[in-house]
């Protein structure tokens, strides 16, 4: 949070309509602040919030299967339904991170943004290669 200190004990006196605006300002920011991290806690949590409910799908689809005697019957399509909702929490992390460092970022945090996006990036590409490989190899299958 920045903050300007202005001294009543100052060589020149500033007027009242100056200090006024400035007071605005860092309300503002401030405001914008915290808006930007309760928006990125937001989409973090619906990142978390896929994961979980991808996860528990695919156990639950493979317990019915093993309940069956099939657990390896089908096996691609637990894990492309997984790798996509994995693709898609990856975006929204990548969004979230990108949120998170909209409002003046330091040159740290736009090193920390790039290593993220290019580590996220590089899962993100290699996630969807193998969900097409699986895509194929179901139609192949049908």
């Known amino acids: 949070m920045k903050s300007i200190i ?19 300002i860092e309300l503002a920011e401030n405001f ?12 973090e ?5 896929i994961i979980a409910f991808a996860v528990l799908k695919a156990l639950a689809q ?14 691609g399509r637990i894990r492309l339904d997984l790798g996509i909702s994995l693709v898609l929490a990856l975006e929204f992390l990548l969004a ?5 460092t909209a409002i003046s970022p ?4 736009i090193g920390r943004l790039a290593a993220i996006a290019g580590i996220r990036t590089f899962l993100n590409f290699f996630l ?6 699986l895509e194929e190899k ?5």
């Open 62 to 75: 493979m317990w019915r299967r093993r309940k069956n005697n099939q657990l390896f019957a089908q096996e």
């Open 45 to 49: 949590a619906v990142a978390v919030f």
């Open 32 to 43: 914008l602040d915290e808006f930007v991290l309760i928006l990125k806690i937001f989409i």
């Open 138 to 142: 179901n139609n192949l299958n049908r």
């Open 96 to 100: 979230a991170d990108i949120v998170g």
């Open 6 to 24: 202005l001294s009543h004990y100052s060589l020149f006196p500033i007027p009242y309509s100056l200090t006024l605006a400035i007071n605005i």
């Open 106 to 109: 330091t040159w740290s945090d």
């Open 128 to 133: 969807e290669k193998e969900v097409k490989e």
